[in-house]
Nanobody, 115 residues
Framework: QVQLVESGGGLVQAGGSLRLSCAAS????????MGWYRQRPGKQRELVAA???????NYADSVKDRFNISRDNAKNTVYLQMNSLKPEDTAVYYC?????????WGQGTQVTVSS
């Protein structure tokens, strides 16, 4: 059973930074896509950033040049470095991993950016 545990959320002022971590209970080598998603109040869950097998990364336009997704295979962990945070980045952030048609989600971590 794959378990994903997010950490690193919290309250930060606009312009600040946070680093989210998503630790997997299994090796992350086999996942096709590993991503960070967020759900803002009253909105649907949306993709923030993803690493695709082979190393290519994708970012939502709203976070390009501010957020960076990375992985540490030795720690089975995917990170999301968030810089220059804005109040509109306030959301619950989830990591989502995809492998051979299966989807795994973490429990989410709250990020609140005050103006």
């Amino acid at each position: 059973q794959v378990q994903l545990v997010e950490s690193g959320g919290g309250l930060v002022q606009a312009g600040g930074s946070l680093r989210l971590s998503c630790a997997a209970s299994v090796s992350i080598f086999s996942f096709n896509v590993m991503g960070w998603y967020r759900q803002r109040p009253g909105k649907q869950r949306e993709l923030v950033a993803a690493i695709i097998s082979g190393g290519r990364t994708n970012y939502a336009d709203s976070v390009k040049d501010r957020f960076n997704i990375s992985r540490d295979n030795a720690k089975n962990t995917v990170y999301l470095q968030m810089n220059s945070l804005k109040p509109e980045d306030t959301a619950v952030y989830y990591c989502g991993f995809f492998e051979d048609g299966r989807t795994y989600w973490g429990q989410g971590t709250q990020v609140t950016v005050s103006s």
